[in-house]
Nanobody, 123 residues
Framework: QVQLVESGGGLVQPGGSLRLSCAASGSIFMFNAMGWFRQAPGKEREFVAAISWNGGSTYYADSVKARFTISRDNAKNTVYLQMNSLKPEDTAVYFC????????????????WGQGTQVTVSS
């Protein structure tokens, strides 16, 4: 079992920045992948970003590319999502997810999920 706890969400004005964190604990496999997904009201959960075990490979949804950056600190078992130039359409609950081996964009292929953190972009 792997436990994931997100933090860092909140209310921010358009154009602002937030950094989300996801701390993992439990039976963590060294060669794991972590992902961030989000779900807005009335919409399906969508892929945001993913990162390989050593940070050597990262993947982004087109809608966040060049604005968001995913990174990780394996010494702390923590993955981050730096979000810049935030837009109202980025408003959603953000979830981190864990799977063994390579990062993927399909949410169904992740085995463990955090409880989510709300991000609201509004003036």
């Amino acid at each position: 079992q792997v436990q994931l706890v997100e933090s860092g969400g909140g209310l921010v004005q358009p154009g602002g920045s937030l950094r989300l964190s996801c701390a993992a604990s439990g039976s963590i496999f060294m060669f794991n992948a972590m992902g961030w997904f989000r779900q807005a009201p009335g919409k399906e959960r969508e892929f945001v970003a993913a990162i390989s075990w050593n940070g050597g490979s990262t993947y982004y949804a087109d809608s966040v590319k060049a604005r968001f950056t995913i990174s990780r600190d394996n010494a702390k078992n923590t993955v981050y999502l730096q979000m810049n130039s935030l837009k109202p359409e980025d408003t959603a609950v953000y979830f981190c997810a864990y799977r063994n081996h390579i990062p993927v964009t399909n949410s169904y292929e992740y085995d463990y999920w955090g409880q989510g953190t709300q991000v609201t972009v509004s003036s």
